[in-house]
Every structure is written in structure tokens, then in C-alpha cells.
């Protein structure tokens, strides 16, 4: 019913920490609804199918801050034309905005197609959207629900350094299992904290056994203040930034950044970074494609075999990774991982024609 799920989105909106099995449940049970740009319709309704490995022009919002994009889903199609007024939205020329309703639970594979896709935005109304990041999108697109308690993750680095001087604060969050009086850190200066964050944290050693957490976002934050304050002034602060979006599953956020890499001369970091959050996502066909050229391009790039592989088997295209397995075990010889892949191979193809 629209009504319990308006109802239980307003719910999630007002207590970001609560559980939400109960909203994950209604959402693989209910239509949902999406902003898209098409030609004027004559009258009445279209119907088309809409197929899992079909793209279609779907209206998203940008992260300002960080580049993935968010995909609004809304619970009605009135709730649509009331965003696209909300917001004063204007259609291109020879274009208009439309609804596209999907069947229960099938808005979340279909979006994960979406270019930086860092996830799904419910929205209601102003004051009432609920953030799915793309880990809990990933597990309604197969029909799971995703975990309630907060998703919680150690320090991506091996030690953060907060300069003296540096204003911090802290809180205290309601307790869950395992932490009895967990702390949040927060640093203001470097960018606020929303309700929502504190669903994704970061664990903070503070030393002699104790620790804190930050939300991964505000970490992230944290890391940009700290380059700004030249804390770290090297060429690793940008690879920091990626390996700590790929930890935190910040996929759309981290392929954001790969572009942006790409984009200033910067592209075997670039094409090792979408490898690994293709392969991640299993996407395995751009994996394939991006390895491919990253092998030819960049011949002693060992990822770019490794992943490469690993994604034409994904792909059941064994014969095309048997003849690359071969050329990397040349390239690099004694290699373990690039044996075993090459041995998987060979092992599959004598089955297959045993």
C-alpha cells in the first residue's frame, strides 16, 4: 500500500538510526516511481518494458561535493509532479518530465546500470528523504534485505593526523551491540554532518585501546580539510581518497573520482581505479573492457591482467581468458595469483571437453 510506505519513509526520514526492515520489506513489495525526460506524450499512459541492460534518460542529482549520483524513487506517481513543481525543474525544448512506474522491487537492478550510481534518494517531500546507499541498493536489487544496524568499517589508512590546533568535538551515539557508549567525533571546519551519516561509520583509534567513529563521509571531509591545512602535501592524498571510497563501498563516488583522474592526465590511476570498482560491482563486462585496454596500453600494470581475467571468467568467456592468461604468465613469471587464475583455466577446459 502507498499509504505504509509514504509512512514508513517519513519514519526512516525522522529517525535515521532506526531499524528499517520494515521499509525494506514494503519497498520490495510496492510499485515505485521515477523522473525521466521524453518526447511529449499524445494523451493517456505509455507502457514499454524496460530491460535490465537497457539504458533510459533517468533524472538524477549530482553530490555537488563528492560526484556520484543520486537517483530520487518516489512511492507515487503524484509524489513525481510534486518534486519536478518543488524544485521549479525545466524540461530541455522537445522534451517533458514523466513518471516511469516499475513493479515491485524492480527500480534497484535497473538503476545499478546508472553511470557513478551512489544510490537511491526516497524522496516524500522536502522534509522527508531517506538515503539507500548503494550497498543496500545492491541487496534489494536481488531481493535481500539489507542489514539494520549501522555499516561500520577500520581506518582505510594506516594513521590519520590531525594536526594541533584543529577543533574537534564529540557526542555520543545510542548504543548498539558490542558498543556500550560509543563516541562521534566530528571535526566542524570540515564540513557538517547530517542526520543521515551516522548510518556508514569509520572506526578512529584514538590510542591506549580506545576509539571513536566518524561517518564515512565525514571522514572523507576530514581527509580534504587536512590537504587544505597541508598536512599532506605528496601526490597520495588522491589515492587515499580512492581506496577510502572503494572501502566504504562509495562506488559511485569513487568512480566520480576515476573520471576526474582521467580527466587531468592522470589515466592508468584512473582505468586501475574503475577496474577495481567494476570488478567490485560486478560489472563485469566494463571490467573486461577497461583491463583489456589497460593491458595493451600499460603492459607492466599487473592489475590490469589480474582483474581482466577475473572478469572474462565471471563472463564465461574462458577461451578469451585462457589466451591472456597466457600472455600475463609470460609477462609476469612465477606470479601465484596469475598461475592459479591460468590453472583454473586449463582445469575448466579439460572438463569441458572431458
Known amino acids: 500500500m502507498v499509504e505504509n510506505l509514504e509512512h514508513l519513509m517519513r519514519r526512516a526520514a525522522r529517525a535515521p538510526r532506526a531499524p528499517r526492515a520494515a521499509l525494506y520489506r514494503e519497498l520490495l513489495r510496492s510499485e515505485t516511481y521515477l523522473l525521466t525526460l ?5 494523451q493517456g499512459e505509455v507502457k514499454r518494458v524496460t530491460h535490465a541492460d537497457a539504458s533510459f ?3 538524477a ?17 503524484d509524489r513525481v509532479r510534486e518534486f519536478v513543481a518543488a524544485r521549479g525543474l525545466r524540461a530541455p525544448r522537445g522534451k517533458e518530465f514523466l513518471w516511469m512506474g516499475h513493479m515491485p522491487g524492480q527500480v534497484f537492478s535497473l538503476l545499478r546500470g546508472v553511470r557513478r550510481f551512489a ?41 590519520l593526523i590531525i594536526p594541533a590546533g584543529a577543533r574537534l568535538s564529540f557526542g555520543r551515539l545510542p548504543p548498539w551491540p558490542c558498543e556500550e ?48 591545512l597541508g598536512v599532506d602535501e605528496t601526490d597520495h592524498f588522491v ?17 566520480a573520482l576515476c573520471e576526474w583522474l582521467i580527466a587531468r592526465g592522470r589515466e592508468s590511476h584512473g582505468w586501475l581505479g574503475l577496474a577495481a570498482v567494476y570488478g567490485r560491482t560486478r560489472r563485469y563486462e566494463d571490467c ?6 589497460g593491458a595493451e596500453k600499460y603492459t607492466n600494470e599487473r592489475a590490469f591482467h589480474v582483474n581482466g581475467l577475473r572478469a572474462l571468467i565471471a563472463l564465461g568467456r ?11 604468465t609470460r609477462l609476469f613469471p612465477q606470479d601465484v595469483v596469475l598461475e592459479g587464475l591460468a590453472q583454473e583455466l586449463t582445469v575448466a577446459g579439460v572438463e569441458s571437453h572431458g
Open 38 to 42: 521524453d518526447e511529449p506524450l499524445a
Open 57 to 59: 534518460p533517468v533524472w
Open 61 to 77: 542529482d549530482k553530490d555537488a561535493e563528492l560526484g556520484g549520483v543520486w537517483v530520487p524513487v518516489f512511492p507515487a506517481r
Open 119 to 159: 544510490g537511491v534518494r526516497l524522496y516524500l517531500d522536502r522534509e522527508s528523504t531517506v538515503d539507500l546507499h548503494w550497498a543496500e541498493a545492491a541487496a534489494l536489487a536481488e531481493g535481500r534485505l539489507p542489514a539494520d544496524e549501522p555499516a561500520v568499517f577500520e581506518l582505510p589508512i594506516e594513521r
Open 181 to 228: 557508549k560509543p563516541r562521534l567525533l566530528f571535526m566542524p571546519e570540515a564540513g557538517r554532518i547530517r542526520p543521515e551519516d551516522v548510518r556508514r561509520l569509520v572506526r578512529l583509534p584514538l590510542g591506549e585501546g580506545r576509539h571513536a567513529w566518524t561517518p564515512c563521509r565525514h571522514f572523507l571531509q576530514i581527509l580534504r580539510r587536512l590537504r587544505a
Open 239 to 255: 589515492e587515499t581518497m580512492l581506496s577510502a571510497q572503494i572501502t566504504f563501498e562509495m562506488y559511485g563516488e569513487a568512480e
Open 288 to 293: 573486461a573492457e577497461i583491463c583489456g585496454r
Open 318 to 328: 574462458r577461451d578469451e581468458a585462457a589466451r591472456r592468461a597466457v600472455a600475463a
